[in-house]
C-alpha cells in the first residue's frame, strides 16, 4: 500500500497532467484541485518536489502556455543545492525541444520566469543545454505577415536576446565562453543545413547581437575554418542575406560582411557569387526600406561591385533601375540620395567592366545623376568576384557574321595571360608546332599542351567574336598568382613555356618506359645538337621553379573548348598560313636552323637559338 506521501505526490501528477496535456476544462479542473491539495496538513511535509517536476517536464506537453504558471507554482517548494550536478535547465531545454513552439512569446515568457526565480538558474550550474534549446526554438518561430504582430515578433526576439545576455554575465569567465561558443555553433549548424524546406526565421538573429562586435572577426573565421563545405557555407550565408529585410539589428550586417570577406580572402568566389544570384531580390528590397538599408547598404553596394561576369548583369541593372524610380527618387530624403548616387557609380563601373553588353545600351542616358569619376577609378584598381569555372559567352546579334579575329575574354585582371596567349598564337612556327603535334594518349600526359591545342584551334576558326581561356588558366596559372590579380605578362610567359617543355619531357619520360623502342634524347645530346654562342656557352635547359610534371586534370563543370573541334578539320599548313595576319615570326631562329625532329622538345625547335 502507499503511504501518504506517496498518495499525495500522485495527486499533484494526476492535476499537473490535466493541466499539461487536457482540453480547457482540464486544465480548470486541474488547478482547482492542486489548490485544494496545498490546503492538506501534510502537503508541506512533501519531500521532492524537483523530481515530480524533472518528470513532468519530460514528457510531451500539449498546453506550452501552462508551463510558465507551473514553474512558479514549483518555485515555492524547490530547495536549492550548492553541490547539484544536474541542473534543472537540463529538463527545461528537454521540454522546449520536444515542444512545438511556432509563437515566441511562449518562449519569452518561460525565460522570464526564470530570470526572476534564481532557483532555476543556479550561478555554479553549466546552462549551455539551455541555450542551445532556445536558438533551435528561435529557429521555428517564422515572421508572421501583419504588421502588428511583426513589431511583437521583434520584441519577443529583443527579450531573448536580453535572457541570453543576462545568462552569459551570471556565468563564469569560462562558462561565459562556453556559452557563446554553443549558441554560435547550433546557429550555424541550423542555418548551413541545406536539406531544410524552410530557412529558419530572422529572430534567430537575436543570438548574433549577443555577440561583442570586437569578437565577430574571430567567430566567423573560427566557423570558416571549420571543414565546412562549400554548399554548406553558400547556404548559411544565403540565410543570413535573407534576414536582411527583416531585422532590424546593427550586427546582422556586421556578420554578414565579415563573413563576405572571409570567403573572399579564402578565393572562395563561387559561392559569392552563387549567393548573389540567389539573393539579389532579397537585397534590393532591403535597400527600398529605409528602415532596413542603414545596415544593409554597405552589403549590398560591395557585393554589386565586386561582379566579374556579365551573367548578372540584367538583373542587377533591372533591379537598380526599379529600387530608383519607385522607391528611392519618391523619398527624397539624404538618405536615398546617397543611395542613387552609389548606385549610379556602381553601374558606371560595370559599363566599363563589361562594354559589349546589351544590357548596358542607353543605361548612362536614364542615370538621374552622373556617375563621381573619381570613385569609379577607385572601383576600377579593385578586384573582382570570377568564377573561372564558369564560361560566359559573349551576347551578340548574329555570331556567324562575325570575321574579324577571335579575342581572349578576361577572366578577372588576366590581360597578362590573354595577350602572351595572342602572340604565341601570332608566332607561326609555334602556332604550326603546336597544332601538329601528337601529344601522348595518356590522359594525365601534357595536359597545357592538349588544351592549348584546343585553344589556339578555336581562335583560328571560331565563328565567335571571343572566347573564355578558362581551361588553359586553371593549368598553367602558377601558384604564387593569386586570382583576380595582376601579374606579370614575362613571367607568365616563361613559367608557361617552363610547363610545356616539362610536361613533354615527362610525357616522353613514359612513353619511353612503355615502349622499349621509342629512345629521347636526353639533356646532353640535346643541347650538344645546339649552336654554341660566341662566348663558348651552351645553351641551358629548360628548368621550372617546382616539379611540374605531375599535375592533376582539373574537371569541368562547364562545356570544354575542345567541344568545338569536333567536326573540324585540324590545321593544314596553307590554311594556317592563310588565317595569320602578316605580322613577323618571331626573331628567334630554330636551333641550328634545320633541325627537325620531333624527339627534340618542342620548345627547342621553335624557340631554342642563340
Same mark, same amino acid.
Given at each position: ?14 492535476c ?23 490546503s ?35 518555485s ?29 512569446s511562449h ?12 532557483i ?14 532556445i ?16 513589431l ?5 526576439a ?23 561558443? #554553443?549558441?554560435? +555553433?547550433?546557429?550555424?549548424? /541550423? &542555418?548551413?543545413? =541545406?536539406?531544410r524546406? !524552410?530557412?529558419?526565421g530572422?529572430? %534567430? ?8 562586435p570586437?569578437?565577430?572577426?574571430q567567430?566567423?573565421?573560427?566557423i570558416?575554418?571549420?571543414s ?23 550586427q546582422?550586417s ?25 539573393k ?10 529605409? #528602415?532596413?538599408? +542603414?545596415?544593409?547598404?554597405? /552589403? &549590398?553596394?560591395? =557585393?554589386?561591385?565586386? !561582379?566579374g561576369?556579365?551573367?548578372? %548583369?540584367?538583373?542587377?541593372?533591372r533591379?537598380t ?9 519618391k523619398?527624397?530624403?539624404e ?62 546579334e ?42 601522348s ?10 588544351r ?8 583560328l ?12 588558366l ?18 607568365f ?8 617543355h ?8 613514359n ?6 623502342n ?12 645546339s649552336?654554341?654562342s660566341?662566348?663558348g656557352?651552351s645553351?641551358?635547359?629548360?628548368t621550372t ?9 582539373l ?56
Amino acid at each position: 500500500m502507499m503511504n501518504t506521501e506517496q498518495i499525495l505526490k500522485y495527486d499533484i501528477k494526476q492535476c499537473l497532467n490535466l493541466i499539461m496535456v487536457g482540453n480547457d476544462t482540464d486544465v480548470t479542473e486541474g488547478w482547482t484541485r492542486l489548490k485544494k491539495l496545498e490546503s492538506e496538513p501534510v502537503y508541506g511535509q512533501l519531500n521532492n518536489y524537483e523530481i515530480i517536476l524533472r518528470e513532468i517536464l519530460n514528457v510531451e506537453i500539449q498546453n506550452i502556455q501552462e508551463v510558465p504558471k507551473v514553474m512558479i507554482w514549483f518555485s515555492k517548494y524547490l530547495l536549492e543545492k550548492p553541490y547539484a550536478t544536474h541542473s534543472i535547465s537540463n529538463d527545461i531545454a528537454i521540454m522546449l525541444r520536444n515542444t512545438k513552439m511556432n509563437d515566441m512569446s511562449h518562449l519569452t515568457t518561460i525565460l522570464q520566469v526564470l530570470l526572476e526565480h534564481s532557483i532555476y538558474l543556479p550561478e555554479s550550474m553549466n546552462h549551455s543545454k539551455l541555450c542551445e534549446a532556445i536558438v533551435i526554438c528561435l529557429s521555428t518561430c517564422l515572421m508572421p505577415c501583419d504588421p502588428k504582430k511583426i513589431l511583437e515578433f521583434n520584441d519577443n526576439a529583443s527579450k531573448v536576446q536580453y535572457f541570453l545576455k543576462v545568462l552569459r554575465s551570471r556565468s563564469r569567465n569560462i562558462e561565459n565562453d562556453n556559452l557563446i561558443f #554553443v549558441c554560435l +555553433q547550433t546557429l550555424y549548424k /541550423i &542555418i548551413s543545413d =541545406t536539406k531544410r524546406k !524552410q530557412d529558419p526565421g530572422p529572430g %534567430l538573429a537575436a543570438v548574433l547581437q549577443v555577440v561583442e562586435p570586437s569578437i565577430i572577426p574571430q567567430a566567423v573565421n573560427w566557423i570558416l575554418s571549420e571543414s565546412h563545405s562549400d554548399v554548406q557555407l553558400a547556404q548559411a550565408l544565403k540565410v543570413l542575406c535573407s534576414w536582411l529585410p527583416k531585422w532590424r539589428g546593427d550586427q546582422l550586417s556586421i556578420w554578414i560582411m565579415e563573413f563576405i570577406l572571409g570567403l573572399e580572402k579564402r578565393h572562395k568566389y563561387s559561392i559569392l557569387i552563387e549567393v548573389s544570384k540567389a539573393k539579389l531580390d532579397i537585397m534590393f528590397w532591403a535597400l527600398s526600406v529605409p #528602415v532596413f538599408r +542603414q545596415n544593409a547598404s554597405r /552589403i &549590398i553596394f560591395y =557585393t554589386l561591385k565586386r !561582379q566579374g561576369s556579365p551573367s548578372l %548583369l540584367p538583373n542587377i541593372i533591372r533591379h537598380t533601375q526599379m529600387v530608383i524610380s519607385n522607391f528611392l527618387m519618391k523619398e527624397d530624403t539624404e538618405s536615398s540620395k546617397e543611395c542613387i548616387q552609389n548606385l549610379v557609380d556602381i553601374m558606371k563601373i560595370l559599363m566599363l567592366r563589361f562594354p559589349n553588353q546589351r544590357a548596358c545600351n542607353n543605361l548612362e542616358s536614364s542615370f538621374p545623376v552622373q556617375p563621381q569619376m573619381d570613385i569609379v577609378k577607385e572601383m576600377w584598381n579593385e578586384h573582382v568576384w570570377l568564377d573561372e569555372m564558369e564560361e560566359i559567352e559573349p551576347l551578340i546579334e548574329s555570331p556567324n557574321m562575325h570575321l574579324g579575329k577571335v579575342g581572349l575574354s578576361n577572366l578577372g585582371n588576366t590581360c597578362y595571360m590573354n595577350s602572351v596567349l595572342q602572340a604565341l598564337l601570332m608566332t607561326k612556327q609555334f602556332c604550326y608546332e603546336v597544332l601538329m603535334y601528337k601529344p601522348s594518349s595518356r590522359v594525365d600526359d601534357q595536359i597545357v599542351l592538349k588544351r592549348l591545342q584546343n585553344l589556339f584551334t578555336l581562335l583560328l576558326y571560331s565563328k565567335r567574336i571571343s572566347l573564355a581561356p578558362t581551361e588553359i588558366l586553371l593549368a598553367s596559372r602558377p601558384a604564387y598568382f593569386l586570382p583576380g590579380q595582376q601579374q606579370d605578362s614575362y613571367e607568365f610567359l616563361c613559367h608557361l613555356l617552363d610547363l610545356l617543355h616539362e610536361q613533354e619531357k615527362s610525357a616522353m619520360i613514359n612513353c619511353e618506359a612503355s615502349n622499349s623502342n621509342f629512345k629521347y634524347k636526353n639533356d646532353r645530346e640535346v643541347n650538344d645538337s645546339s649552336s654554341v654562342s660566341e662566348e663558348g656557352a651552351s645553351i641551358k635547359r629548360w628548368t621550372t621553379e617546382e616539379d611540374l610534371s605531375g599535375s592533376v586534370v582539373l574537371e569541368r563543370k562547364t562545356r570544354s573548348l575542345a567541344d568545338f573541334t569536333q567536326g573540324e578539320d585540324l590545321v593544314q599548313v596553307q590554311q594556317l598560313s592563310d588565317s595569320h595576319s602578316d605580322s613577323t615570326d618571331s626573331g628567334i631562329q630554330s636551333v641550328g636552323g634545320e633541325e627537325t625532329s620531333t624527339q627534340v622538345p618542342l620548345i627547342h625547335r621553335v624557340l631554342g637559338g642563340k
